[in-house]
């Protein structure tokens, strides 16, 4: 529950390592150079903060590796996919709220 409620706080949630201001790798930095570049609003939720959902979100998501982007409640993907989205121009529509 605390979860699903996390993943549902904001329209569209970034779960990575660190903040979007000082990112602590660099697929969570490039994922917040994309969303930024786009100009969208989005939450950030830093998972060397708290173990019990870095693991638990591991789970929750079936998705083993962070960054984990979540849209409306839907996770999106992680760096590669997000990247590749951008690319071929699925991203933009998928973060049309």
Known sequence: SRLTNLINSAPIVLFMK?????????????????LNHLGVSYNTFNILGDMDVREGLKQFSNWPTYPQLYVKGQLVGGNDIITEMLNNGELEQVLKL
């Not at 660190?18 to 917040?32: D, H, K, L, R, T």
């Open 18 to 34: 660190g903040s979007s201001e000082m990112p602590q790798c660099g697929f969570s930095a490039n994922v917040c150079k994309i």
